[in-house]
């Protein structure tokens, strides 16, 4: 290498290096590109045997998934976290919660080790301003998150963030908090509602007689 040669290209190292820094900072700023608008889903997620079982429910997941282009990350809100505040996991690692009882083993052996996106938590902290968000690292995905997401997504190669319900607040409350989650629409996250219109089986009376039907 000639001389001049030589020592233009180490004029051009500082710039190098000072490229790959403002790469790597886009890259935490902006981790994902702009795209058209992702749908949001509301899944009402039924019985965790609809993680082994197969019926009409989870077939119509997986074609879901079929019809929508593959998501960058997914955030979920489930019916089974609820809060006294607004908090969003943040582990790179979520476990498999399994939280129900009564169920057969085989239930209790399903494992979704999906990725989670300590990023994309504090994306969504920042951006929401209704209500200081704090950051998870004991939850993980309870059976409202991970029984949804294994039959859209089976391989459990999606990044899932969960935000929880805080459960001294309003529906209004939390659909007004939700419209602060639409940024993430555009950056091709997949935002799905899991629980069901009626999601309290606390109100369930089992000592109710059947009632009678007519004389």
Do not use: C
Not at 107 to 123: C, I, K
Not at 133 to 152: C, F, I, K, P
């Amino acid at each position: 290498m000639e001389r001049r040669d030589f020592i233009r290209l180490v004029g051009l190292l500082p710039l190098t290096a000072q490229a790959m820094k403002l790469n790597a900072l886009n890259k935490i700023v902006e981790p994902f590109a702009t795209t058209d608008p992702m749908p949001v889903l509301f899944v009402g997620h039924g019985n965790p045997m609809n993680a082994i079982e197969e019926n009409e429910f989870t077939k119509g997941w997986a074609d879901t998934a079929k019809s929508l282009p593959k998501p960058n990350a997914i955030v979920i809100v489930s019916a089974h976290w609820e809060t006294d505040g607004t908090f969003v996991t943040a582990m790179d690692k979520p476990q498999t919660i399994h939280d129900f009882g009564g169920f057969p083993q085989s239930l209790f052996d399903v494992q979704y080790p999906a990725p989670g996106d300590p990023s994309l938590a504090n994306d969504v902290k920042s951006h929401i301003t209704k209500v200081p968000v704090g950051l998870n690292s004991d939850w993980g995905l309870d059976h409202g998150a991970w029984v949804v997401a294994m039959r859209l997504y089976p391989k459990a190669d999606i990044p899932i963030i969960q935000l929880s319900l805080n459960y001294s607040k309003s529906a209004q409350w939390h659909y007004d908090l939700a419209k602060e989650l639409a940024f993430l629409r555009r950056k091709g996250v997949l935002i799905i509602g899991s629980g069901n219109v009626v999601h309290n089986l606390g109100l369930v009376n089992w000592a109710m007689a059947s009632p009678s039907i007519g004389p």
